[in-house]
């Protein structure tokens, strides 16, 4: 069976009418059923009237105008109904048998990327069917866990990214950060994108991981924007009630997250937030992730920070891995506080700092409420914009054609 097909964006049709060699063509339209029902080849009924031609459709010369054609560029590419049996070029034939439907990148307009169902700490190990029939089925390829999109044609694009919540550890919890711009693609760019996911709450410990930051660069890992994920909270009664200390933010640096007795700085220029180094403090969490280095692992009372061993009571909880390291999050053997994947850190005693361009400080435990601190994000396109603490579950990003 051979099927007639036809472009429904403006500026393929252009493309096409450019290059006529005669004023009109055929398209696989008609209203031969049921008059002014107009049908595509494939069965789905005409969405609009905004392509046609002034006064059109109307039937006439009489009745039997049941037909749609193209007209060429000086009549502004728009939509005619004629009788059928006019002699008219069909713009395109192709046998439908064995071969999709879809040619990859035609008619792109908008994508959205998620975690593709993972949870935890590892990303996607496979697309599946999340993305059938959307414009980004045939441009995505995943590779350890990171979504390969290839841009399909040269452009303006707006991107919108949003990092993941940090996981559920008493009534209230941190939110993910929201972050958009436009930027300039080209056909053939492959851009790197890191879904955060939520960090897991602790079911005996009233702590939570970390949420993953979402990331979205070029090959050669150089971000366009990242959104930070959100501190995992923790204390006695776990986080009782939401903190903007503990969410991500729209700023370059991770936040310090919340505590009524110490906090310690997040990260900095793309960097882990650290360890706080040697003395004897409260159980931390693990330090979110950033871009180029991984969060700071935290440790037990009187410990040594991540350059020694163990104190008394003490542990390496571990921090989230940098996006260039592979975005893992932070993990504790048999805890289930795991860090989201996008650098989350690991919660413990204290909750675990949020991934982001910049990683969230690891929290500390107190005979109270506290939180890990919100990753950081960053922002090289125009027309920037974002708002701290928004998103209350997984990231996500958006990519759509302007």
């Known amino acids: 069976m051979w099927w007639m097909v036809w472009f429904l964006q403006a500026r393929w049709r252009g493309n096409i009418s450019d290059t006529l060699t005669r004023p009109t063509v055929w398209i696989g339209l008609t209203d031969v059923k049921k008059e002014g029902t107009f049908v595509w080849e494939d069965g789905e009924e005409l969405g609009g009237f905004s392509d046609w031609w002034w006064g059109e459709p109307n039937n006439e010369p009489g009745d039997d105008a049941d037909c749609v054609r193209m007209k060429s560029a000086a009549w502004l590419k728009t939509w005619k109904d004629t009788p059928c049996q006019r002699l008219h070029k069909v713009i395109c034939e192709k046998d439908n048998t064995g071969v999709s439907d879809r040619i990859p990148g035609l008619g792109f307009q908008t994508a959205t990327f998620t975690t593709l169902g993972a949870t935890g700490r590892a990303g996607p190990t496979s697309l599946g069917d999340h993305y059938r029939g959307q414009d980004h089925e045939k441009l995505v390829t995943l590779q350890n866990g ?6 399909p044609e040269t452009g303006n694009y707006s991107i919108e990214v949003a990092g ?23 056909e053939g760019d492959v851009l790197k994108i890191l879904v955060g996911q939520e960090g897991l709450g602790s079911r005996r410990h009233l702590s939570a991981g970390g949420g993953g930051g979402t990331f979205v660069t070029r090959a050669d890992d150089s971000p366009l924007i990242v959104a930070g994920g959100a501190g995992g909270g923790a204390g006695v009664w776990g986080l009782k009630s939401h903190r903007a200390e503990c969410d991500g933010t729209t700023g370059e640096s991770g936040q310090a997250g919340f505590g009524r007795l110490q906090t310690h700085p997040g990260g900095r ?24 280095s991984n969060g700071g692992s935290g440790m037990g009372v009187c410990g040594h920070g991540s350059r020694g061993n163990a104190g008394k009571h003490g542990g390496r909880f571990r921090g989230g891995f940098a996006f260039v390291n592979g975005g893992v999050g932070g993990k504790q053997a048999g805890k289930d506080s795991d860090g989201g994947f996008g650098g989350g850190g690991v919660g413990y005693y204290g909750g675990g700092g949020g991934g982001g361009y910049s990683g969230g400080a690891m929290g500390m435990w107190e005979n109270g409420s506290s939180c890990g601190g919100g990753g950081g994000s960053f922002n090289s396109g125009r027309d920037s914009g974002g708002q701290d603490g928004v998103n209350d579950g997984p990231g996500y990003a958006v990519i759509t054609k302007m």
Do not use: H, Y
């Not at 882990?272 to 180094?277: L, M, R």
């Open 164 to 186: 993941a919540a940090a996981g559920q550890a008493g009534t209230a919890r941190g939110r993910g950060a929201l972050v958009s711009g436009t930027f300039q693609l080209q």
């Open 269 to 292: 220029a793309g960097c882990g937030a650290k360890d706080p180094g040697e003395g004897c403090w409260m159980n931390g969490g693990g330090g979110g992730g950033g871009l180029v």
């Open 146 to 151: 990171i979504q390969l999109f290839t841009v």
